[in-house]
C-alpha cells in the first residue's frame, strides 16, 4: 500500500539554525509530492510541491525539498530557520494521503 | 486570491444533535475533501467528492454523511454527533487531478458536550 511516512513526531531547533524535516514515501512510481505548512488553529498552506523534472524544489517562505529516489524520501530544508516558522509540517502525495505531521519547536 | 470557506470556527453541540458543516470554494474545483484533525493521528479522510452529487467514503466514514449538491459547496453531517467526534475538521478542494496540491479552509474547531 502507498503510505507517507514522517519519523519524527517533534522537532526543535534554535532560530537561525538550519533545518530538515524527514519525509519517507513508499510508491511504486515517481510520486508526486507534497509539503504543507499548518500555523496554530489555522489550516493547511501548500509550501511546494514535486511532480517531476528537478529534484530539488523551491517553495514559499524561504523553503526548499529534494526528491531522492534512492532514498525514497523527501525531505524538507530551510537554511535558517525564524520563529515564525514554528508550526506543523505535513508531507503529501497525490493520492490523498499525508504524513502525520512533524512540530517544529524554535527555541530563540 | 482563491479560498476555500468553513461556515464556522468554533461550534459547540450537544451529544445526539444533528451537525451540518458548511464548506465554500470559489475556485471552481471538481474534488472536496473533508478531515478531521487530531492529536497524534494526524488527518484522516472522511468522504471526498470528484463531483457534483458524486461521493466516495474516506478512511474514518463512520458517523458522518456529506452532501454536494453544488460544485461550490460540500456540507459535512454528523448525524447525531457524539463526544468522539470532537476534532478539528478540515476542509480542502482541488482540481480533477490532484496534481496540484490542495486548498485548505481554516478549519472547524467542534466541541460535543
Known amino acids: 500500500a502507498q503510505s507517507v511516512t514522517q519519523p519524527d513526531i517533534h522537532i526543535t531547533v534554535s532560530e537561525g539554525a538550519s533545518l530538515e524535516l524527514r519525509c519517507n514515501y513508499s510508491?511504486?512510481?515517481?510520486?508526486?509530492l507534497f509539503w504543507y505548512v499548518q500555523s496554530p488553529g489555522q489550516g493547511l498552506q501548500l509550501l511546494l510541491k514535486y511532480f517531476s523534472g528537478d529534484t530539488l524544489v523551491q517553495g514559499i517562505k524561504g523553503f526548499e525539498a529534494e526528491f531522492k529516489r534512492s532514498q525514497s524520501s523527501f525531505n524538507l530544508r530551510k537554511p535558517s530557520v525564524h520563529w515564525s516558522d514554528a508550526a506543523e509540517y505535513f508531507c503529501a502525495d497525490n493520492k490523498i494521503i499525508f504524513g502525520k505531521g512533524t512540530r517544529l519547536h524554535i527555541l530563540p | 486570491d482563491v479560498k476555500v470557506t468553513q461556515s464556522s470556527r468554533y461550534l459547540v453541540k450537544r451529544t445526539g444533535e444533528k451537525v451540518f458543516l458548511e464548506c465554500v470554494q470559489d475556485m471552481d474545483h471538481e474534488n472536496m475533501f473533508w478531515y478531521r484533525q487530531d492529536p497524534g493521528l494526524g488527518l484522516r479522510l472522511i468522504y471526498f467528492s470528484y463531483d457534483v452529487k458524486m461521493k466516495e467514503k474516506g478512511d474514518i466514514p463512520e458517523g458522518y454523511s456529506v452532501s454536494r449538491e453544488k460544485k461550490e459547496r460540500f456540507s459535512l453531517i454528523l448525524e447525531s454527533a457524539s463526544t468522539n467526534q470532537t476534532s478539528m475538521y478540515l476542509c480542502?478542494?482541488?482540481?480533477?487531478?490532484?496534481?496540484?496540491?490542495?486548498?485548505f479552509g481554516s478549519g472547524t474547531r467542534l466541541t460535543v458536550v
Open positions: 480542502a478542494s482541488s482540481p480533477r487531478w490532484a496534481n496540484y496540491g490542495y486548498t
Open positions: 510508491y511504486g512510481a515517481t510520486p508526486y
